[in-house]
C-alpha cells in the first residue's frame, strides 16, 4: 500500500486518487511551434528520483493537488493545493485551484 | 396521507416486518442487540456547496447539529451536508440557500439520490474498520468527525454522529450502491452479532 498526504484529507491510499500526471508547463499557445505542442503532450520527463505531480482526490475531497514524489522511494517530501500558476501550466481551466469541481467529480 | 400518495423507497430492502413511516416504506423491526444497523435513506439529504471558510461555521471534517437538531457536516472544502428529519427538504433547502452569500453557491437536494445507513454500538468502529482504512480511534475520529472514504470500496460519506454517548456512525453513499454496502457493513458486523434495526422518525 501507498500512502498520499491529501493536503484536505491527510494521508490516505493511494487507491482513493488518480494519478493526473507531471506537472507541465503549458506554452504560449500564440509562439509555440507544433514541435513544442508535442513535447507539452507527450514527453515526459520520467526521472528516478524526486519529480512534481498533480493527484485527484477521487475517492475523498474531489480536489487535485500536487504532489512531490520519490518515483523510486515513493517517499513523498511536499503536498499541496495547487499553486495560482497552475491554472496556466497543466490545468489551463484552474479546476485544480478554485472552486470549480474536476472532471471525475459527481454530485454528491 | 391519503391513501393513494406515492411510497418512497429506499434502495436497500427492507427487513420485515414494513411500515410506512413519513411516506417511506421502511423496516419496522426493532432490535436492542450490541451492534445494529439501520437503513436512514428516508432522511432528509442536502448537499451545499458554497465558499470555502465555512458558511455554517462548520469546518471540513466536522459535523454539528444547528439549533433545529438539523446534522450539518462539513463533508468537502466548500461542500456541506445536511441532515433533517424525513420530508423536511424545502424548508431545509430555503433556510441552507439563505444562508448562502447572495449570488454564491448552490443547494441540492440529494434524498432521493443517496442512500444512507448507520451503524451503532460498542463494536461499531471494530466493525466498519473491517471495510474502511481510515483511522476510526477516538483521537483522531472523535464525536463529529467527518469525512469521504473508501467504505467496502464504495466512495462513502462517514459521520461519527454518536446516540446517547454510544458510539455511531452515520454514512451515506450513491443510491445505487445502497443495498450492496449496507450487505458488506451486515457482512462486516456477522463476527459483532449484528442485527437491523428499523428506521423510525425523525431519524436524526
Ligand atoms: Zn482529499
Known sequence: ????????????????????????????????????WRDYLYTRSNPAGWTTENWFHRAGCRRYFTVERHTVSNAVRASHRPAAQART???????????????????? | MAESAAVARSPIAPTPPVAIENGWEVSARRSAADLRITDCTPLTKLLVLGPEGGVFGIPFGRAERD???????????????????????EGLAGRAAAALPPDEGAVFDLTHGRAAMRITGPAAAAALARVCAVDLAGEVSPDGAAFRS???????????????????????????????????????????????????????
Open chain 2, 67 to 89: 439549533e433545529e437538531g438539523v446534522l450539518v457536516a462539513g463533508s468537502g472544502p466548500g461542500e456541506w451536508t445536511l441532515f433533517g428529519p424525513p420530508g423536511t427538504g
Open chain 1, 1 to 36: 500500500m501507498m500512502l498520499l498526504p491529501c493536503p484536505h484529507c491527510g494521508p490516505r491510499n493511494s487507491s482513493e486518487f488518480r494519478y493526473v500526471g507531471e506537472g507541465t508547463a503549458r506554452p504560449d499557445p500564440g509562439t509555440a511551434t507544433i514541435g513544442v
Open chain 2, 150 to 204: 473508501s467504505v467496502a470500496k464504495v466512495v462513502t460519506d462517514v459521520v461519527r454522529d454518536d446516540i446517547d454517548s454510544q458510539l455511531s456512525y452515520l454514512m451515506h453513499c450513491d443510491r445505487a450502491f445502497g443495498q450492496y454496502l449496507f450487505d458488506a457493513l451486515l457482512d462486516a458486523g456477522a463476527e459483532f452479532d449484528i442485527e437491523v434495526d428499523g428506521f423510525a422518525g425523525p431519524g436524526i
Open chain 1, 89 to 108: 501550466t497543466s490545468d489551463p481551466e484552474g479546476l485544480s485551484a478554485g472552486t470549480e469541481r474536476g472532471p471525475d467529480a459527481g454530485p454528491g
